[in-house]
Nanobody
Framework: QVQLVESGGGVVQPGGSLKLSCTAS????????MSWYRQSPGKERELVAA????????FYEDSAKGRFTISRDNPKNTIYLQMNNLKPDDTAVYYC???????????????WGQGTQVTVSS
């Protein structure tokens, strides 16, 4: 049974930073590209960042480039998203998932974790 547990969200002021974590279980973590998605109220869930199996290649959505950094620790079955210079438009619930294929945008698993709320507000 796939489990994805996100943490690290919070309320920050514009320009602030947060580091999100996602710990996965129920599948062979090191065999899959992993990804971060986010969903704002009234919007579709969108891919924010992704990384290949050993972190050798990464993808960032345009607004995240230069501000967000995705990384992974395979022995810990965990991925991270370091978010710097946060903007109000980054406000969303952030989720992780394995990536269906690389390159690509579709998640591999239909089940999602509870997500972690990021709120950027002054």
């Amino acid at each position: 049974q796939v489990q994805l547990v996100e943490s690290g969200g919070g309320v920050v002021q514009p320009g602030g930073s947060l580091k999100l974590s996602c710990t996965a279980s129920g599948f062979t973590f090191s065999k899959y590209a992993m990804s971060w998605y986010r969903q704002s109220p009234g919007k579709e869930r969108e891919l924010v960042a992704a990384t290949t199996t050993f972190g050798g290649d990464t993808f960032y959505e345009d607004s995240a480039k230069g501000r967000f950094t995705i990384s992974r620790d395979n022995p810990k079955n965990t991925i991270y998203l370091q978010m710097n210079n946060l903007k109000p438009d980054d406000t969303a619930v952030y989720y992780c998932n394995a990536l269906l294929k690389w390159p690509g945008v579709s998640p591999k698993y239909d089940s999602w974790g509870q997500g972690t709320q990021v709120t950027v507000s002054s």
